[in-house]
């Protein structure tokens, strides 16, 4: 079996409540295929929580994306990353979706998906039939780098 092949798309939310205007982030692509959409994550109206860097999120969208190439530990106290969140405000607290991410040599890997809101037990039954997905190193990072242009 071959690896899966990482790329990403622009994508956009409007927000609703309090706030308003809209939201502009990063959806990855899984051999062609969005992630949000495998996960379906527009049943809970979540957006990907590695944002087009405004001033104000330059830093939060920063430190996601060393998370992601692994170059700064996961914010989350169980060491999984945040993929998906609120909004609003992308606290695992208004529930979230979650990965497990290893990298071992020249393979990085994203598996045991689920929704965490950091107060109830970890869901992994919702997407236990989602992933693992396999990425030759030097493409996962070249393709991040250039997100990282993008930002």
Not at 7 to 34: A, H, L, Q
Not at 91 to 102: H, K, P, Q, R, S
Not at 113 to 139: L, R
Request: aromatic share 14%; charged share 30%; net charge negative.
């Amino acid at each position: 079996m071959g690896y899966n092949i990482l790329s990403y798309r622009i994508e956009k939310k409007v927000k609703e409540g309090i706030t308003g205007g809209e939201r502009v982030y990063f959806d990855f692509m899984i051999d062609n295929v969005s992630l949000s959409e495998i996960l379906n994550i527009n049943e809970w109206g979540m957006i990907g929580a590695l944002l087009k860097a405004t001033p104000t999120t330059y830093t939060y969208s920063l430190e996601k994306l060393e998370e992601l190439m692994f170059k700064r530990k996961s914010i989350l106290q169980n060491e999984r990353v945040l993929m998906y969140g609120c909004v609003e405000c992308l606290d695992i607290g208004c529930g979230a979706i979650t990965a497990e991410m290893n990298r071992l040599n020249e393979q990085v890997t994203w598996k045991a998906f689920a929704y965490e809101n950091g107060y109830e037990a970890t869901d992994f039954e919702e997407y236990h039939k989602v992933g693992p997905f396999e990425f030759e190193a030097s493409q996962y990072f070249e393709t991040l780098e250039r997100l990282k242009k993008e930002m």
